[in-house]
């Protein structure tokens, strides 16, 4: 039972669930989990009254109100069939209800379910609705004329990467068998006869209940769903509760221009829908409102929308690609299918014109078309086949709105099409060369059927139009079907010198667009009709026309004399264009109007800054486009085009009156905030790209970062009777590239601080008061990392005594050092999310009530997220959601700390994430306080075999602090030395380098030093896990890292694995890394190779290594691969392939 938030405890007979009113009324509205029949009255304001009866898979389940009233809560019983029902009350009470028999309360079945394979029931006894759905479903838009006739199961629908048919069936008016009922506009799914009925999630009355209360019956059927119900323009009319995740997107800047964008509604309501990386967009332009499709976790491929503008398919590429159809009316996702293409995903689709059929195609070396009915909840197409290579990468698909068992595919050499039906799918490739009509043909683009016969067009790279037509005699319908479908090239037409870019067929008229910008009408003959272009208008990627006339519908049209009559129907059809350079038009037919609707960024977006006092965001993108924008009021305030380069990061001064710029080409530019003008010249004294810049603190200093591995300062000082900036000095600091810059404050003095981090794992803090002109003076030189490589840096807040620098790593750890010793203070486990963290940021904070109260926002390489601060490894004080999946370049926070803003660089993307803390705080509190999040982490939890063998060695540990075999009196204890870390460590498998074990004996031992002045000489078990933990490799030991380190270290054998020589070796851990003496060595390989002396007691120090080199000979081979390393030297279990290639 899937309810969000329920506090939920299990015993052998019954389960109880207690939830809020609100949260019920969030349940059914969004239609999930009632599933049969309902009756009894929602109040959402206070109370419940009434009874709530339904089935949930085989659990059957009451909704009560509380009996002693006020409305302070509802009650679930959950139990199984047959078996009596207990509701637990607010006091404490509880009330046996004894079971009903099949004649007793209506709508609910005793009878124990037959389930399907799916999980769904098979039948069901519900309340008959007094008004046959079907009749009242006829004539509502969306749905098809045979909807009501044929058979078909419901819609499963997109929860988290799972199904849940008999949710999605709920929303889309379905019982739990499987049957769907109408009322209003619906998804064009084949539908049974109803037999049952649903209220209305919205009111949540039933039939009677809403005659007595409101004396208002609207006619429609009580199993009004969100589908069901909503209308064009609906999106936008309700008042839509706030997502209760810590991070919820709120706006989004750019667009995917490789794929269409098109118009849901026109006039009064201009509404577009687009594609942002992962996420597609509805937008109402002239509201000034956006309304986001997430269900994505791939960046979106490929889309298609229905005639009627109501179902939207979108498809993806990368793992665990999905196909998603989308109700654009309610925003609800009606259908998912997994895995429809699990190789590459998919690179086109297409929708049919009676929006019952999908056709895809993969995006594979080898493509694998398919056609889906994705109104049947089958997981498999109803056909499918392979293409083959030579035909090019087919990218374009489209139906034949005459016929939805024909459509057509094109690559840029070959056009492919296809028939399908009973006899499975089947395809004809004509040939097309230049030599065919001794005419050049050139790259094909998109691919149209003719309105009114039989004929199939080809839009041409050389401005032609191909014409394709049935071989043979024409056959019917019903013959055809049943034979391989064969078209030829009969014409090649010339209709313009550029290059064709989109072809469409709008009512009785082709449609083409070029590179130029102009959008001309043919009619059937391909006869010029009228010709629409403008000089700002660049290469054309798509056409879509608005779906009804304007006002008024008779208005002439202002064009060029080849123009049609005002009677046709296109005239008066306004459209969008959208070009390849990242620009969106609005037409107005009736005026030959070109209205700019939004201009993006053309290239990858890669700079982002925050205004520090003012609701403002600077963008910047590698085509040189500035732009400053109001993120209050979502517009636009001020822009510059920079020509010369791109813009690859951004930085405002602490005072918000300047705005630094660094480019590709190594400039930088300081300007003013506003007006975006220059303030001074610009300076070039980067030796590559800029890829970091910030300002100090005062606005005196301005240090930049290149790609070269150099940092530049700047110095602002006083010429000429006013300020200015000049070039002070740089220098090569790393020899690896340079992960962040960051300015400080001396603690000591107001004296701002400069530090730079590199991959190169050296922290560099510079002495800016000692540099000159052309000197860069180094402070300190420190190595933060001995294995891990350092990804980022900030100042960790004042949360103690003692002041921090926190750092990243990319082995998901974190790190705090002492801001003037550089001495790691702790090592923490930081969020794992599936990469490290590629930059973090403190969150901005008005909160004046708990100023100790601090939060962390962080990038992963496709993730933003939120950490509550202090850091202690609990990862439930973390939370991360997929915002670029082709990665993210920056971040950025509002100085309220309200907004975290994400630029997703190549998809051209920026994103607006409203930020809310008290999600993030619930969801800490529900992972358990104190140690109880640690021992989850355990293997097993609290409970588990690996915590009680954790027990044993802490305890054993006490007794060896102790002595073995004393005979003193012990002293009982919870705490071991700090001496006693590493036996412990490596005894439960965690074997951490000499310096790594100084790390958490330090981290231990000066814990409370600041404070006390007294080191800690011991530690306790809860403290020792949490070390542990922490400190731990996040995803422990794999055979891949010794594996990689013996692809360093090694040599091919003549078996061509990588070998070290057995010399190599020993001289390798004597000479390399952390050295082992001689003895430490022989004393290490005899204990793992099980040859110590028998009775050598439990001492480490008694061993005599005589005879060690021999041992070596005898049990170590001369050749070491890493599955004899791992296997038979360090005794570790190994899977079944590595076994089989050590014994090879």
């Given at each position: 039972m899937p309810v969000p938030g329920a506090a939920?405890?299990?015993?052998?007979?019954?389960?109880?669930?207690?939830?809020?009113?609100?949260?019920?009324?969030?349940?059914?509205?969004?239609?999930?989990?009632?599933?049969?029949?309902?009756?009894?009255?929602?109040?959402?304001?206070?109370?419940?009254?009434?009874?709530?009866?339904?089935?949930?898979?085989?659990?059957?389940?009451?909704?009560?109100?509380?009996?002693?009233?006020g409305g302070g809560g509802v009650f679930l019983s959950i139990s199984l069939p047959q078996l009596p029902r207990r509701t637990v009350r607010m006091d404490g009470s509880s009330e046996v209800i004894p079971e009903e028999t099949t004649g007793g309360r209506t709508g609910v079945s005793s009878e124990p379910m037959e389930m399907s394979q799916d999980g769904q029931t098979a039948q069901e006894t519900a309340v008959l609705p007094k008004q046959d759905p079907l009749a009242a479903a006829k004539g509502k838009e969306g749905l098809p004329e045979d909807a009501a006739k044929e058979k078909a199961g419901t819609l499963p629908s997109t929860w988290a990467g799972r199904q849940d048919t008999t949710a999605l069936g709920t929303a889309l008016g379905a019982d739990t068998a499987g049957t769907t009922h109408l009322d209003g506009a619906g998804p064009p799914s084949a539908l049974p006869e109803p037999r049952g009925a649903v209220s209305s999630p919205r009111s949540g009355y039933g039939e009677q209940e809403m005659q007595q209360r409101s004396g208002e019956d609207d006619g429609r059927n009580s199993s009004a769903s969100l589908v069901w119900a909503a209308t064009p323009g609906t999106l936008f009319q309700e008042d839509r509760q706030a997502c209760l995740h810590p991070l919820n997107l709120s706006w989004v800047l750019g667009y995917n221009s490789s794929l269409a964008v098109h118009s849901l509604m026109d006039g009064k309501d201009r509404v577009l829908l687009y594609v942002s990386s992962h996420?597609?967009?509805?937008?109402?332009?002239?509201?000034?409102?956006?309304?986001?499709?997430?269900?994505?976790?791939?960046?979106?491929?490929?889309?298609c929308v229905s005639e009627d503008r109501r179902w939207v398919a979108t498809a993806d590429r990368g793992p665990d690609a999905l196909i998603i159809v989308w109700d654009s009316f309610s925003g609800v996702p009606v259908r998912t299918i997994f895995g429809s293409h699990p190789e590459d995903g998919?690179?086109?689709?297409?929708?049919?014109?009676?929006?019952?059929?999908?056709?895809?195609?993969?995006?594979?070396?080898?493509?694998?078309?398919?056609?889906?009915?994705?109104?049947?909840?089958?997981?498999?197409?109803?056909?499918?086949?392979?293409?083959?290579?030579?035909?090019?990468?087919?990218?374009?698909?489209?139906?034949?709105?005459?016929?939805?068992?024909?459509?057509?595919?094109?690559?840029?050499?070959?056009?492919?099409f296809y028939l399908w039906g009973d006899a499975g799918l089947q395809y004809g490739a004509p040939f097309l060369s230049s030599q065919t009509f001794n005419s050049m043909v050139g790259h094909f683009s998109q691919s149209v059927f003719h309105f009114n016969n039989s004929q199939a067009l080809t839009g041409t790279s050389a401005g032609k139009l191909v014409v394709w037509d049935v071989v043979g005699p024409r056959t019917p319908s019903k013959e055809l079907r049943a034979k391989p479908h064969s078209m030829k090239a009969t014409k090649l037409v010339p209709v313009q010198k550029d290059s064709l870019t989109v072809l469409k067929v709008f009512e009785s008229c082709i449609v083409t667009g070029d590179v130029k910008g102009q959008v001309k009408f043919y009619d059937g003959q391909l006869q010029l009709l009228t010709c629409y272009s403008h000089s700002s208008v660049g290469p054309i990627q798509s056409i879509s026309f608005s779906k009804t006339p304007p006002d008024p519908p008779g208005a002439s049209l202002a064009c060029s004399d080849?123009?049609?009559?005002s009677s046709q129907p296109f005239v008066t059809r306004n459209f969008i264009l959208s070009t390849s350079d990242a620009t969106v038009l609005h037409v107005a037919t009736d005026r030959t109007n070109f209205e700019k609707v939004m201009e993006e960024a053309k290239k990858a977006v890669n700079a982002i800054s925050c205004h520090p006092r003012q609701a403002l965001v600077a963008v910047g993108s590698h085509c040189g486009l500035l732009k400053v924008w109001d993120y209050q009021q979502t517009k636009y305030l001020v822009s510059r085009i920079f020509t010369q380069a791109g813009i690859q990061c951004l930085s405002y001064d602490p005072e918000g009156y300047f705005l630094a710029a660094g480019f590709t080409d190594g400039s930088v530019y300081i300007l003013d905030a506003i007006s975006l003008q220059s303030s001074c010249k610009e300076f070039k004294f980067s030796r590559g790209p800029v890829t970091h810049i910030s300002f100090s603190h005062n606005s005196e200093y301005l240090a930049t970062a290149d790609e070269k591995y150099?940092?530049?300062?700047?110095?602002?000082?006083?010429?000429?009777?006013?300020?200015?900036?000049?070039?002070?000095?740089?220098?090569?600091?790393?020899?690896?590239?340079?992960?962040?810059?960051?300015?400080?404050?001396?603690?000591?003095?107001?004296?701002?601080?400069?530090?730079?981090?590199?991959?190169?794992?050296?922290?560099?803090?510079?002495?800016?008061?000692?540099?000159?002109?052309?000197?860069?003076?180094?402070?300190?030189?420190?190595?933060?990392?001995?294995?891990?490589?350092?990804?980022?840096?900030?100042?960790?807040?004042?949360?103690?005594?003692?002041?921090?620098?926190?750092?990243?790593?990319?082995?998901?750890?974190?790190?705090?050092?002492?801001?003037?010793?550089?001495?790691?203070?702790?090592?923490?486990?930081?969020?794992?999310?599936?990469?490290?963290?590629?930059?973090?940021?403190?969150?901005?904070?008005?909160?004046?009530?708990?100023?100790?109260?601090?939060?962390?926002?962080?990038?992963?390489?496709?993730?933003?997220?939120?950490?509550?601060?202090?850091?202690?490894?609990?990862?439930?004080?973390?939370?991360?959601?997929?915002?670029?999946?082709?990665g993210v370049s920056d971040l950025a926070s509002s100085y309220d700390g309200c907004y975290v803003f994400t630029v997703g660089g190549n998809d051209c993307t920026v994103m607006k994430w409203e930020v809310n803390l008290n999600a993030l705080d619930a969801a800490a509190s529900l992972g358990g306080e104190g140690l109880i999040p640690f021992y989850n982490l355990l293997d097993g939890g609290r409970e588990g075999e690996f915590f009680r063998e954790l027990e044993d060695y802490f305890y054993y540990a006490q007794l060896r602090s102790h002595g073995i075999d004393t005979l003193e009196t012990r002293q009982v204890s919870t705490h071991i030395p700090l001496e006693e870390i590493p036996s412990v460590m490596r005894a439960m498998g965690f074997y951490p380098s000499e310096e790594k074990i100084e790390e958490m004996i330090n981290e231990v031992k000066f814990s409370k030093y600041v404070d006390t002045g007294e080191q800690v000489t011991t530690i306790n078990l809860g403290d020792f896990i949490k070390l542990y933990v922490n400190h731990r490799p996040a995803f422990g030991l794999s055979m891949k890292d010794i594996q990689r380190a013996f692809q360093v270290l090694g040599y091919d054998n003549e078996n061509g694995d990588k070998v070290i020589d057995r010399g190599d070796l020993l001289l390798l851990l004597q000479c390399r890394g952390e050295h082992m003496?001689?003895?430490?060595?022989?004393?290490?390989?005899?204990?793992?190779?099980?040859?110590?002396?028998?009775?050598?007691?439990?001492?480490?120090?008694?061993?005599?290594?005589s005879g060690a080199a021999a041992l070596t000979e005898e049990e170590i081979p001369e050749e070491i691969t890493a599955e004899i390393f791992a296997a038979d030297i360090l005794g570790l279990p190994i899977a079944e392939p590595e076994k089989n290639r050590k014994k090879r």
């Open positions: 939920f405890r299990q015993s052998e007979r019954e389960s109880v669930l207690s939830w809020s009113n609100r949260g019920c009324v969030g349940l059914l509205a969004l239609g999930r989990s009632v599933t049969g029949a309902e009756k009894g009255l929602w109040d959402q304001s206070s109370s419940f009254t009434g009874v709530l009866s339904f089935h949930c898979a085989k659990f059957q389940v009451v909704v009560q109100p509380n009996p002693a009233g996420t597609v967009v509805i937008h109402d332009v002239l509201g000034n409102r956006q309304y986001h499709l997430q269900g994505h976790t791939n960046v979106i491929s490929c889309l998919i690179n086109a689709i297409a929708i049919s014109q009676d929006a019952k059929y999908l056709a895809t195609i993969s995006a594979g070396t080898v493509q694998r078309v398919c056609v889906w009915k994705w109104t049947s909840p089958t997981e498999k197409p109803m056909c499918s086949t392979e293409l083959r290579p030579e035909f090019g990468y087919q990218d374009y698909v489209i139906f034949n709105p005459q016929n939805p068992y024909e459509f057509v595919s094109n690559s840029k050499t070959q056009v492919i080849s123009c049609i009559a150099s940092v530049t300062v700047y110095k602002r000082v006083l010429q000429n009777g006013s300020r200015c900036w000049e070039h002070l000095a740089g220098l090569h600091s790393h020899y690896k590239p340079i992960r962040s810059i960051l300015f400080g404050v001396q603690l000591d003095s107001n004296e701002p601080r400069l530090l730079s981090l590199g991959e190169d794992r050296q922290l560099v803090e510079y002495d800016l008061n000692s540099s000159s002109k052309d000197r860069l003076v180094i402070l300190h030189r420190d190595r933060v990392e001995q294995i891990a490589v350092p990804l980022c840096l900030a100042w960790y807040p004042q949360l103690s005594t003692e002041s921090f620098i926190l750092t990243a790593n990319n082995c998901y750890k974190m790190k705090l050092y002492n801001t003037t010793t550089k001495m790691c203070r702790k090592t923490l486990l930081g969020p794992t999310y599936g990469s490290p963290l590629e930059k973090i940021q403190i969150l901005p904070t008005t909160n004046t009530t708990d100023p100790q109260k601090c939060y962390l926002a962080y990038i992963t390489k496709d993730k933003v997220g939120l950490q509550i601060l202090p850091v202690d490894g609990n990862p439930h004080k973390s939370s991360a959601f997929i915002c670029h999946p082709d003496t001689e003895d430490e060595l022989a004393q290490c390989l005899t204990t793992l190779l099980g040859k110590r002396p028998a009775g050598g007691g439990s001492e480490p120090d008694t061993y005599d290594p």
